[in-house]
Nanobody, 120 residues
Framework: DVQLVESGGGSVQAGGSLRLSCAASEYRPCMAWFRQAPGKEREGVAAIRRGGGTTFYADSVKGRFTISLDNGKNSLNLQMNNLRPEDTAMYYC?????????????????WGQGTQVTVS
């Protein structure tokens, strides 16, 4: 089974930056970041297709977050700048089983355990 391990979460003041990383045990066609805040539904934050590098972003993070792949290491990154209190959530790395990509959780077949991001 595919293993996804997140790192890089933490606490930061509004306006600050954090970088999340996700180590994948094998290549997957599409990888993404999702988040879930207490009392809210899970939402797709950003996704990237390996073939071609097409990216997808939620409107709420466009211009502030950047998703990228380190293909040599099968790892996924999320650079988060200008963080806001509403970005506070548990962030999850996810990957697809099939060659489709986007921000829908229904596309994802594998999930990490999550890393907490708190913005005050």
């Amino acid at each position: 089974d595919v293993q996804l391990v997140e790192s890089g979460g933490g606490s930061v003041q509004a306006g600050g930056s954090l970088r999340l990383s996700c180590a994948a045990s094998e290549y997957r066609p599409c990888m993404a970041w999702f988040r879930q805040a207490p009392g809210k539904e899970r939402e797709g934050v950003a996704a990237i297709r390996r073939g071609g590098g097409t990216t997808f972003y939620a409107d709420s993070v466009k211009g502030r977050f950047t998703i990228s792949l380190d293909n040599g290491k099968n790892s996924l990154n999320l650079q988060m700048n200008n963080l806001r209190p509403e970005d506070t959530a548990m962030y999850y790395c996810a990957a697809t089983k099939i060659d489709l990509c986007g921000l829908s959780g229904r596309l994802m077949g594998y999930w990490g355990q999550g890393t907490q991001v708190t913005v005050s």
